[in-house]
């Protein structure tokens, strides 16, 4: 029988939309559940809509992102939660990942998207070449929510749930490998205390 590795994992799950009254919190909200209750993650939060970025440094040493950078560089892989604007990612999203340089490389990242028809997967494939040149390793599999806004409640219960929980269980499997197969693994040679690429 194939043995199931039981790694324990640091997990950094990102919002990807700072907006006020974004539907982000819902969708991120299910997937913080699903983390809880599926295995040996422990689960970090960034989340840009609360970190006051400064909308001019890029790269600098500006408190909230040093705060966000520190996170990045704790965990072992991460999941953004993603809407889509104008078939690619929220602005804001760029703007953190922009900001932080080489705690990205060597981990895996998954996604969990939403939007109309597309389910946000425009924003996702975008994304797919952004953490690509950042050295980091996308999951192929994802969730996906198209017409996002009737598939949860007022209370953000997500509704007919099984598919989508049967979705994020694949990726979380995905994940879980990735980070535990790389975690030793990128503290050698290129990329052992960020030698250069
Ligand atoms: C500027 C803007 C552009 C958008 N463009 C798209 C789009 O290209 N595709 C899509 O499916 N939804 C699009 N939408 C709808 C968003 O998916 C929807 O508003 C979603 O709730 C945004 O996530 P948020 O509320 O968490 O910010 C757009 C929304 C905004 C504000």
Redesign the pocket.
């Known amino acids: 029988m194939l043995k199931k590795l039981d790694t324990r994992i640091r997990l950094a799950l990102i919002y990807g939309?700072g907006?006020e009254?974004?539907?982000?919190d819902k969708?991120a909200g299910w997937a913080v559940s699903q983390v809880e209750g599926d295995g040996p993650f422990e689960l970090a939060i960034i989340d840009p809509g609360t970190l006051e970025l400064p909308p001019r440094h890029v790269g600098s040493g500006h408190p909230a992102l040093e705060e966000a950078r520190q996170v990045i560089d704790w965990a072992d892989g991460f999941i953004v939660v993603t809407?889509?604007?104008?078939?690619a990612y929220?602005a804001i999203l760029k703007f953190l990942i922009d900001s932080i340089g080489p705690e990205w490389r060597g981990k895996p990242v998954g996604f969990v998207s939403?939007?109309?028809?597309?389910g946000?997967l425009?924003a996702v494939e975008q994304l797919r070449l952004v953490f690509g040149e950042l050295h980091a390793a996308p999951i192929r599999d994802g969730v996906a929510f198209s017409d996002?806004?009737n598939r949860f409640d007022s209370e953000g219960t997500l509704i007919d749930a099984d598919r989508a929980e049967q979705a994020m269980a694949t990726m979380l499997a995905q994940l879980h490998w990735w980070a535990s197969a790389l975690r030793n693994a990128r503290q050698t040679v290129p990329y052992g205390q960020f030698a250069p690429a």
């Open positions: 939309s907006r009254g974004r539907f982000c969708v809407p889509e604007y104008n078939r929220p939403y939007g109309g028809i597309s946000g425009r996002a806004w």
